[in-house]
T-cell receptor, first 115, second 114 residues
Framework: DAGITQSPRHKVTETGTPVTLRCHQTENHRYMYWYRQDPGHGLRLIHYSYGVKDTDKGEVSDGYSVSRSKTEDFLLTLESATSSQTSVYFC??????????????FGSGTRLTVV | AQSVSQHNHHVILSEAASLELGCNYSYGGTVNLFWYVQYPGQHLQLLLKYFSGDPLVKGIKGFEAEFIKSKFSFNLRKPSVQWSDTAEYFCAVTSSSNTGKLIFGQGTTLQVKP
């Protein structure tokens, strides 16, 4: 989507290996989010960031870490990938949290398969 | 526990049929409500949102939703669906009681038969 790019789009990795997904935005939005999408669960929040070096856990943060050293980049790391982390990962951005603006803008997603 | 529930997991309709997808939430405080759509192979797009004011909200592509505070509901409706409405629909909520994070329901897959 315009202004938000996720990379890679697809990745297959082996159990136990570290994996880093990248979300890059050109909108200069303060808030960034990582979600995973799984059948029957909708989208679940993994981690979010409300500014450079300011991050917090979401509802399914175990096994994941994040970093935000620049406004435009929000990295999601799977320290040691497991098969349960096979999912589609979406990044989202928001200008000022979410209560005053029209929701979030989502990236195109990263499909991760852990074998 | 605080949650967002979508009661219909899979809906199949014929073209021109009317649509109503249920969404209930259990958050307290001030809530903002959203419906997102995800077409096959694509990312989520915002259909409509409710922040305040008129509880009947009109969105894109002929969709509307009604916020009923007493029922903690925000059901999505469309009078006449088209084949191109085939997609997955997500209800989402932010609440002042959960620091404003956007929390999603499980999603409803809509299949419209031509």
């Amino acid at each position: 989507d315009a202004g938000i790019t996720q990379s890679p789009r697809h990745k297959v990795t082996e159990t136990g290996t570290p994996v880093t997904l990248r979300c890059h935005q050109t909108e200069n939005h303060r808030y960034m989010y990582w979600y995973r999408q799984d059948p029957g669960h909708g989208l679940r929040l993994i981690h979010y960031s409300y500014g450079v070096k300011d991050t917090d856990k979401g509802e399914v943060s175990d096994g994941y870490s994040v970093s935000r050293s620049k406004t435009e980049d929000f990295l999601l790391t799977l320290e040691s990938a497991t098969s349960s982390q096979t999912s589609v990962y979406f990044c989202a951005i928001s200008e000022s949290g979410d209560r005053r603006v029209g929701g979030y803008t989502f990236g195109s997603g990263t499909r991760l398969t852990v074998v | 526990a605080q949650s967002v529930s979508q009661h219909n997991h899979h809906v199949i309709l014929s073209e021109a049929a009317s649509l109503e997808l249920g969404c209930n939430y259990s958050y307290g405080g001030t809530v903002n409500l959203f419906w997102y759509v995800q077409y096959p192979g694509q990312h989520l797009q915002l259909l409509l949102k409710y922040f305040s004011g008129d509880p009947l909200v009109k969105g894109i592509k002929g969709f509307e939703a009604e916020f009923i505070k007493s029922k903690f509901s925000f059901n999505l409706r469309k009078p006449s669906v088209q084949w191109s409405d085939t997609a997955e629909y997500f209800c989402a909520v932010t609440s002042s009681s959960n620091t404003g994070k956007l929390i999603f329901g499980q999603g409803t897959t809509l299949q419209v038969k031509p």
